[in-house]
């Protein structure tokens, strides 16, 4: 069974662009997680989706960042514009039920220049 | 704010030797408890969680949770150089929140 696959692996963007991220959680996962880890921090949490719906978006740091998840399948993050601070990288989780056992992908490394 | 506390390391120990990686939690009302293991570039992979104070043992890992001092270690018996790793302690609160409140996270390493 295919784990938590992110997209890109890297990304690399200039100050004021947008970047999306993509992740696709383990297939049957009505659970889906976003955590970010900034150089020399935790991983910290930006929000959770239960299939297509947002249930906390507690840790999303501003309103630059937006996250989807129609179908409630896959989702994306993106970021618009990008600022300096938003460099790190970006983790996607998902679970069976809310209180079961996250499963992590290998996170997007984000560079904002 | 809610704040997990590990030692970031190093903690160097022999093969063979017992390594003993400590966390501990602000949140009193933290009710699931769960130590993953990343390499260098890879996903965190979840290793042991324990709900109840007292041990749970999985293999060579044991985990240890006292409530009252808001404590959780990981114990990693008979340390292979393959354990070295970056060890992260992540606590649940469990009052209708899912996210996860990580540490810094303990960089182990396992001289041969």
């Known amino acids: 069974e295919a784990g938590v696959t992110q997209f890109p692996s890297h990304s690399v963007i200039e100050k004021g662009q947008t970047v999306t991220l993509r992740c696709d959680p383990i297939?049957?996962?009505?659970?889906l997680y976003w955590y970010r880890r900034v150089m020399g921090k935790e991983i910290k949490f930006l929000l959770h989706?239960?299939?297509?719906?947002?249930?906390?978006e507690s840790g999303m740091p501003n309103n630059r960042f937006l996250a989807e998840r129609t179908g409630g399948t896959y989702s994306t993050l993106k970021v618009q514009p990008a600022e300096l601070e938003d460099s790190g990288v970006y983790f996607c989780?998902?679970?069976?039920?809310?209180?079961?056992?996250?499963?992590f992908g290998p996170g997007t490394r984000l560079t904002v220049l | 704010q809610k704040e997990v506390e590990q030692n970031s390391g190093p903690l160097s120990v022999p093969e063979g030797a017992i390594a003993s990686l400590n966390c501990t939690y602000s949140?009193?009302?933290?009710?699931?408890f769960f130590w993953y293991r990343q390499y260098s570039g890879k996903s965190p992979e979840l290793i042991m969680f324990?709900?109840?104070?007292g041990d749970k043992e999985d293999g060579r890992f044991t985990a240890q949770l006292n409530k009252a001092s808001q404590y959780v270690s990981l114990l990693i018996r008979d340390s292979q150089p393959s354990d070295s790793a970056t060890y992260l302690c992540?606590?649940?609160?469990?009052?209708?929140?899912?996210?996860?409140?990580f540490g810094k996270g303990t960089k182990l390493s396992v001289i041969p």
């Open positions: 324990i709900y109840s104070n």
């Open positions: 297939s049957g996962h009505d659970n």
């Open positions: 989706f239960v299939k297509e719906s947002k249930q906390d």
């Open positions: 949140d009193r009302g933290s009710q699931s």
């Open positions: 992540a606590v649940r609160s469990g009052a209708g929140s899912y996210q996860l409140t």
């Open positions: 989780a998902s679970s069976w039920t809310r209180g079961d056992t996250q499963y």
